[in-house]
């Protein structure tokens, strides 16, 4: 199993509303990653997962709320978001590095209202 | 300051030809990590290669190949008789060890290459 399965594929919220994305790997894989990309750019780092351990949050705003509730599971919490929130999420996984690349999902695309 | 800079925004080529990605990365770190990465219209991001730093090896994989350069520092992609399924946009990114086993990634800002028939 070389995958990385990301659910919902798409996503519509208010602005008001409550969400979760969710992200799996079995892998074996001790790194996870957030990553955030808006239409015709590339994307970019939000949070990495080592060992079930947040390490890297690259400032973001607190409307999003990561969780890693084992080795195989990231989550991403989401609250009160903004239009401008609207993107394409994509979560990854790797090995330890040196050894692995990071493999990513196909991601949630969400729209919020 | 970590950066990827991939000069060309689009390329269009006709089936068949051959064509090279540009990518050209800054980093002050002496351990590093350079990839490519394809993303076709469906959204899913596919690893094609990393390369460490110190391994300047060039990849050859089927109908792409990679060519790194560190004096230019460069990492070149070059697909020989391109097909329509090569149609994407294809991002190189910079890594580096970011503790406990993890990467940190900057992309560059990605090349839409599209292959006509």
């Known amino acids: 199993d070389t995958e990385v399965t990301q659910t919902p594929k798409h996503l519509v919220m208010g602005m008001t509303n409550k969400k979760s994305l969710k992200c799996e790997q079995h892998m074996g894989h001790r790194a996870m990653y957030w990553y955030k990309q808006k239409a015709k750019k590339p994307p970019e780092l939000m949070f990495v997962?080592?060992?079930?351990?947040?390490?890297i949050n690259e400032s973001v705003p607190s409307r999003f709320s990561p969780e890693c509730p084992n080795s195989s599971l990231l989550n991403l919490h989401l609250h009160a978001l903004q239009p401008e929130d609207s993107a394409l999420y994509l979560c990854?996984?790797?090995?330890?590095?040196?050894?692995?690349?990071?493999?990513f999902g196909s991601g949630t695309q969400l729209s919020v209202l | 300051a970590q950066k990827v800079t991939q000069a060309q925004t689009e390329i269009s080529v006709v089936e068949k030809e051959d064509v090279t990605l540009d990518c050209v990365y800054e980093t002050r770190d002496t351990t590093y990590y350079l990839f490519w990465y394809k993303q076709p219209p469906s959204g899913e991001l596919v690893f094609l290669i990393r390369r460490n730093s110190f391994d300047e090896q060039n990849e050859i994989s089927g109908r792409y190949s990679w060519n790194f350069q560190k004096s230019t520092s460069s990492f070149n992609f070059t697909i020989t008789a391109s097909q329509v399924v090569d149609s994407a946009v294809y991002f190189c990114?910079?890594?580096w060890g970011s503790g406990a086993g993890s990467y940190q990634l900057t992309f560059g800002k990605g090349t839409k290459l599209s292959v006509i028939p």
């Open positions: 990854a996984s790797s090995q330890d590095s040196p050894f692995g690349s990071p493999f």
């Open positions: 997962y080592s060992y079930e351990k947040l390490s």
């Open positions: 990114a910079l890594g």
